[in-house]
């Protein structure tokens, strides 16, 4: 089962303008992660975000945490072509012990030139 | 500094075979995790290995297996091949395990067709 649901499921915007991605999940966190895949190839690790976190920035990546509400935002700004890709949020609620990193559907993102 | 390795990248077995995965991580990751990918279920965590001990395994049958070697490069297998098992099997790698925050860094995937 997932843990992590996208919205929107696809995205689809002109280069320049700036995407954003949510990501709900039910239960509580250690930390929240946010991953790109381009065309079924590998994921790559955009950023990390604690749960006593709420907002953090990676060039022109940001992304929020509302604990409370279960929810995370991933913000791309001024975004270009090459950002054409899905967009995965990861949920890891293992607590000290061993857990596991449960992904979300992802929402796919389009950036026309 | 290499990245994650996985051989094959492409395999294609009969329903009732066994195949076996590899994956090499980063020189000094000591943590591999596997994941299962699929246009229906979406991303699914398989298990983790650290320090070559399973160290959590996700909602799978017993079908699937893995092992993690000396020198951290893991296998998984996959018993009795079934249609459902047609997939991108991604191993990912990281310093420590998932627990400590590590950022994981995933191989390009092998993909799996059943026929």
């Known amino acids: 089962s997932q843990q992590g649901e996208e919205d929107p499921q696809a995205l689809s915007i002109q280069e320049g303008e700036n995407a954003t991605m949510n990501c709900s999940y039910k239960t509580s966190i250690n930390n929240l992660q946010w991953y790109r895949q381009n065309s079924g190839r590998g994921l790559v690790h955009l950023i990390l975000?604690?749960?006593?976190?709420r907002e953090k920035h990676s060039g022109r990546l940001r992304v929020t945490l509302d604990t409370s509400k279960k929810s995370s935002s991933l913000l791309i700004t001024a975004s270009r072509a090459a950002d054409t890709a899905s967009y995965f949020c990861?949920?890891?609620?293992?607590?000290?012990?061993?857990?596991?990193?449960?992904f979300g559907q992802g929402t796919i993102l389009t950036v026309h030139p | 500094k290499a990245g994650v390795t996985q051989t094959p990248r492409y395999l294609i077995k009969t329903r009732g075979q066994q195949v076996t995965l590899s994956c090499s991580p980063i020189?000094?990751?000591?943590?591999v995790s596997w994941y299962q990918q699929t246009p229906g279920q979406g991303l699914q965590f398989l298990f983790e290995y650290f320090s070559e001990t399973q160290r959590n395994k996700g909602n799978f049958p017993g079908r699937f297996s893995g092992r993690q070697f000396s020198n951290s490069r893991s296998e998984m297998n996959v018993s009795t091949l079934e249609l459902g098992d047609s997939a991108l099997y991604l191993c990912a790698s990281s310093l420590g395990p998932i627990r400590s925050y590590n950022e994981q860094f995933f191989g390009p995937g092998t993909r799996l067709t059943v026929l």
């Open positions: 975000i604690r749960s006593n976190e």
């Open positions: 990861a949920t890891y609620a293992g607590g000290t012990s061993y857990g596991k990193l449960t």
């Open positions: 020189s000094g990751h000591r943590s």
